[in-house]
Every structure is written in structure tokens, then in C-alpha cells.
């Protein structure tokens, strides 16, 4: 008969009761969100003010304060997808590796050398003598070592061949993969540091397939100011200077890049390609004046840099040395004694901001490689305050007519669905509150849409019951009938729509995931809403009055 | 007796499969009308398709199209499209357009440099004007965006039909995915038909479609096979429209529930999804019609086994889930 055990009861009401409370924070959205930025920006700085104080205190920390995040499209912001450019990381290895073999080459193998010109991923090395092949060949063999992976056991980290008297170096395949990787995991990282050094919410910076990092802060202005904070290079090396020229144009030389200066008009540097030092072995970085009270930045070394640093002033004093900052010299003062100690300032023609920016930069260290932008998207905060209007009224007035037309078909029965609809519209906001998950435009078209779809479970079943109850077994048999043959087709339909949902959200981005997801949730909270919480209604109002006729 | 609103009498007799000639017939007809249409008008697919950018103008002063056409085309841009947006929901000095640039030569996203340019421009001729979004997508993500959705339209569809299979019999299985190709080629049909904006919350909406699609067909072949099994020396046809008449009112009224809360957001939602929800308004139309006219046909012509109840594999259909209780 028509029975639910207790335990059932009290699982079914509670998990209705966690619903409405963790539902109930979305409700006071601007207060739990000042409150939830507060306790974050307390926690992070270990201080607070009394205006954090105040925002702490406005929601009390027992109740949940987990809300929906606001997808960009409804909160405003930037989003970005950057592919990072690995290629880059092989080029900085080879030239890198060409001093040393270059020196190996000739004391070991006594072979005249210079490099050619061939892809930027190789290094291309022709040697005078093609009878002393076989021991350069062998002397070059003598830098790569073996790559652990766990598919590339075995293999070396480079690749040599041989083309008539030349020999090409590049990474083997492993080395390659593992060189990506690693380039990969700090690229996010810096990317992920200088968003936060920012200061904005909950930005999102994952990882995407390959090459590619996504990268979406809400609140920005704009993609513009976002690539900016990333800064799509900020390399700082040190290098030695060639000489000066007033020409663009004029031919580096192999090894040899000529840059413009960042301060002179028409000045150019051709500089050593291989750098001194690079902005990696920074330490530490920061705004400071120079002896003449101009803006500059202090730097410091790590120990390796500090020598490399020294060294060279040492052996250079007299000449000039340049300060790189993003393909552009900053500045290029002239070597008066031996640097020791490995710090220094940088000066140039900066304001007091650009000298913090740049501290910042320097400190949060230089980006591996170069990041090429293949998606922007901006979305102003106004248009998306619209978006959160016209989705409001669009799901209030699309619930009140279900709830109307429900009521007007099945009368109390339609009560008690939209009692459930009701619940099921909590519960889903409270489940999204607690995963995290981020509420988009199509997202709020999910809901809206769940509404609608919501109450089929609930009509397949009432339907049946008006069907069984023709047969005339009596009102608490058809209730029990209406239940057990319409799960079938409940379990069958939904199913089928949780495929699609879930294909959608693996297969998706961005807002058509925050979609799929909340079209998932809102299937699973309303197939739970018909088949156990208006069941538990019906059945409590059933044994209450116990109708001899029942009017569906 | 208490009033009830009755939007199908209580009994129906409809013989739906009369006109199968015809009903069907017309699908076919239209599925191949639509196909045709979309391959020689093409779909005026967005940037998440094609690359390219577009920009989103708001402002106090009426748009005027020419003069905006005017300030642009010193940039040099290519083809530059720009389209008035009209909403109800907007306030009345609220002007809105859409300004649409193809992708550049040789650039993947389009450069901050060439976005202020434009803004400037526009600024000149109307102070007034903001830039309340500006979207920007590169050749090379575009061509995987079109295949990712090509991807996962194929995969649900094929998903959903190895979940029909294995919960009914193969027949059922031809008729759902016959239905479905349906559906998804009017949708599209109509977006060429009308040159709608077709970008990737297009695809979203087509799969919501399916999805929608499959639930209304799986609930008329959950109680035709139960039938199958009740009436085992009824002609088919006979079960099929009996079917189809007893789950006539629940088809009318979840769809009306869904058409309801879905014209709610076409009128209210702002017109930012308003090509996605005219989509799935769209969808459960043809959706709804698709699962009574198109699958049933196709169960019909196909024909199924008789023999339900002899074997249980698995238990008799119609109940399988019965012993879920609450």
C-alpha cells in the first residue's frame, strides 16, 4: 500500500531542507559576495579594516555562504585563449647549447666551426675538415643524455644527424614533449601570478589541450588591459653590446641582434644574441630611485647570476653593456668597475607606476615563451547586468505560467508539483552554489528550460494515475500504479537528455558548458523532485483524508 | 467535480497515421527542402565560426547605419557588417547595433590596435556611443569550433540511439535517429532559410534539441511497447495510434510547460539569446511533431517483433524500473 517508510521521509525532507538553505545565499547575492571577498582578502593579507570588518559581520559566518559564481558573460570581463608558441623554448636550448659546443668542437675534435643558418628549432654546425666527422659527431653525442618519461625510456634528449660537413642538433621527439610540458606548466603559473598579483576575482586559468591556456577574469575593463597585465613577452636579459648604430636596417651578423632603443629616438644596439644573464635569475625586484632621484628598479641575482654578473663586469670594464627589456634596450650604461654582490639598479625614462609594474613583472619572472592570442572576448559589465534582468523576468514569468497552467489541469496535484517545482529550483541553485560551478547566459536559459521540462515527470505520472484510475481499483492503488508504470518512461526520457547534456559539456566551452551543466543538474534535481517529493506530498495528503474518489 | 483545464478531452480516438502519405510525405519533403537550403544559401555562420570580430555598440543617439559604414571605412577592414539590434527589453533612448569584421589577413585574433582604431572612429561621429562587448575570434579556432560542434552533434545523436536500442529494439532505434535528423535539419533549415546569426550556442540549442526530441519520441515508445505487450493481436498500426492517444494530453501539456517558459525568455530574455532560444522554441515544435509523425512512420513501416512477453530478457519491458520506490 501506499506507505513510505520514515527514514525515507526524513532523507527525503532534509535533503528539500538543505536545498532551500544552501539555495538562500543567492538570494542576498551583493551581501555573501562582499562578505565571501572580505574573508578571502582577510585571509590573504592576515589584516582588517574596519570596512572588511562591516562586510564580514553582514551575513553571519554560520549560515552557507556559497553562491553561484556569474559567468563573464553576466558579470562583465575578459577572456582570453592564448596559444603558447613552444617552438620558442627549442630555439632558446639550441643557442643556448652553441657556445659550449662550439668550445668542445674545437679543443676536442680540432675542427674549425661556425654556425649556419637553418630553422630556428635546429643548430646547425659546419666544421672545416669532413675527415674529423666521426669524432665531432662523437664529441656533440657527449651533451645529450638520456630523457626519463615513461614512454620515452631509453631515449637521448637530442637528435644528431649528419648532412655532408654539417651537423644538426635538435630536441628527439621526448625531449620535446617534456620540453613542452614544462613550458606549459610555467607559463600558467606566471600567467596565474600576475592575474592574482592583480587583485581581481576568481579568475579562471587552465590549461586547454596542447599549447593553449585560457585565461578569463571577471571585472576586467577589457581583453586589451588583460593582455597587458599577462604582457606577452617581459623578458629581461643582459647583453653585451656590440656597438651602437643610428641604423635599422644595418646587418647584426650571425649571433648578433640589433635592437632600438626604448629611450633614444633613433638609436640602435647590436647586441650579443646570447644574453649575460636573463631576468630568471632575478631574486628580487623593486621600485626604487637612483642617486639623481630619477624612478628606477633594484634588482638582485640568485648566486649563479650574481657570478655570471661579476664575471663579466670584470672582464668588460670600459664597455657598454645593455638592459633588454622586451626586445627593447632600456638602457645601456657603461661598465665602470666590477659589479660583485650581483644587484643593481635600472634606470631609464620611467614614472614611479612603470617602475612598479615592471618590479612586478620582473619579480613574477619572464614568460618562457611567446603567447599568440587566438580568442578575445569582452563583455562590459552593464550588458551583463542586462542579461541578469531579462533572465529574471524571463524565468518568473515562465514559472508562474507553468505553475498556472499546472494548477488550472490537475488542481491539487498541480499544488503539490509546484511546491516540487519550487524545491527543485533550489535545490538546483544550492547544488551549483556548493560545486562552484559558474552561472552563464545559456546557463539561466538551462534553468529556464529545466522549468519547463521539470514538471513532465510529474505529469507522465498523473497522467497515469487519471489512466489507472478508470480501471477502478481504488484511489490508493492507481496512486501507487500511476508511480511504478510511469518510472519507466521517466528514467528512459531523462536518461536520454542527460546523453546529450553530457556530451555538450565535455565537448562544449566556456558558456555552453555552464549550459550543459546546469541542464544536467536541473534534470537530476527534477526527476528527484516528482518521483520522491511530490510522491511524499501525495501520499502524506492521501493518508490524511484517505478520499474515496480522487480527482486528478 | 472540481474544474480542470482540459486541453485534450479526456479520450481521444485520432487516427494519426490516416494521413501518414501526407504527414510523412511533408517531412520528408521539408527535411530535403531544408538540406537544399542550407547547401546553396549557406548559413550566416558568427565569428565562433568564421574568425573575425565583432563589436557591440549601446548608445543614447539613434544608430545610423551609413554614417557608421562612413567612419569605418578608412580603417580598410574588408567586409564590415553592421546591423541594428531591436529589443523590447531595451529603455527607450537605448540604441544598439552589431558590427561585425571579418578576420584580418595574417593576424589570429584581431589586434587591440585595430579595435581602439574602430572605436575611435565610431566615437567621432557619436560621443555618446560605448562598446558594452567586443568579441574576437582567430581563423584557427573557428575551423575547430565548426568541427568540435559537427563532433558532438554526431556523437549524441549516435549516443542516443545505441541508448534506444539497448533499452527497446533496433526499429525503435531507426525511427529515433530518423526523427532526430529531422529535427536538426529544420532547425538549421530555418536558420538558412532566415540567414540567422549560426554560432556555437546554436549548436548547444540543437543539442538541447535532441535531447528534447528523444524525450518526447522515448515517451511514446515507452507506452507503445507496453501496448505491444498488452494487446499482443492488435495490428500495429492500431497499438501505434492507441499509443499515441493515451499519452496525447502529457505530449500536449510538457510541450506546452516548455513553449511557455521558452516564449517567456524569446519576449523577456534580452536579445543577447534570443537566436538560441528561437532555436529551441523551434525545436520542440518540430520535436514534438517529429516523435508522433515521423518516428511512428517510421516504427510502422519498419515493423517490430510480436513476441514481447515470451522471452523476459531482462524483465518484460514496461517494467524494468518498477521496483524503484519511494
Redesign the interface.
Known sequence: MLQIPLWKRIVILGLCALGLIGAAPNLFYDRVERHNDAVAAVERTGVETAEQTAAIADWPSWLPSAIVNLGLDLRGGAHLLAEVQVEDVYKQRMDAMWPEVRRALVSEAKVAVRRIKGADSELRVEIDKPEAMEKAVEVVRGFASPVVTLTGVGQNDLDIRTEGNQIIVTLSEAEQVATDDRTMQQSLEIVRRRVDAAGTREPTIQRQGQDRILIEVPGIGSAAELKELIGTTAQLTFNQVIRRTSNPEEPAGIGNVNYPSAEEEGAYYILDELPVVTGEELVDARPDFDQNGRPAVAFRFNTSGARKFGDYTAEHVGELFAIVLDGKVISAPQIRTHIGGGSGIITGTFTPEETNNLAVLLRAGALPAKMEFLEERTVGPELGQDSIDAGRVAAIVGTVAVVVLMIASYGLFGVFASVALGLNLSMLFAILSAMGATLTLPGIAGIVLTVGMAVDANVLVFERIKEELKTARGPARAIELGYEKAMSAIIDANLTTVIAALILFFLGSGPVKGFAVTLMIGLITSVFTAIFVTRLFVVTWFARKRPKTLIV | ???????VPEKTNIDFFRWAPVTFGGSVALVVAAIVLTFFMGLNFGIDFRGGTTI?T?STQAVDVGAYRQALSPLNLGDVTITEVFDP?FRDDQHVAQIRIQAQEGD???T?DT??AVEAALQTIDPAI?????????P??SGELIK?AI??VL??TV??CA??WL?FEWQFSVGAVVALVHDIALTVGIFSLFQLKFD??I??AL??I???S???T??V???LR?NLIKFKSMPLRDVCNLSVN??L??TV??S???????I??L????D??RG??FA?TWGVIVGTYSSVYVAKNVVLMLGVKRDWGKKPEGGP??????D?D?
Open positions: 467535480m472540481a474544474f480542470r483545464l482540459r486541453l557591440r549601446d527589453t589570429e585574433a584581431i587591440p579595435i581602439a560605448t562598446f558594452p562587448s567586443v568579441e574576437s575570434v582567430g584557427k579556432v568540435t563532433y558532438s556523437t549524441a549516443a542516443i541508448y534506444i533499452r556555437l550556442t549548436i548547444a543539442l538541447t535532441l535531447g528534447y528523444i524525450n518526447d522515448v515517451v515508445f515507452d507506452r507496453e493515451e499519452t494530453s502529457r501539456l510538457t506546452g510547460t516548455t513553449l511557455i517558459a521558452l517567456a525568455l519576449v523577456f530574455g534580452g543577447v539569446i538560441f532560444v529551441m519491458g514496461g517494467t524494468q524500473f518498477a524503484i519511494a
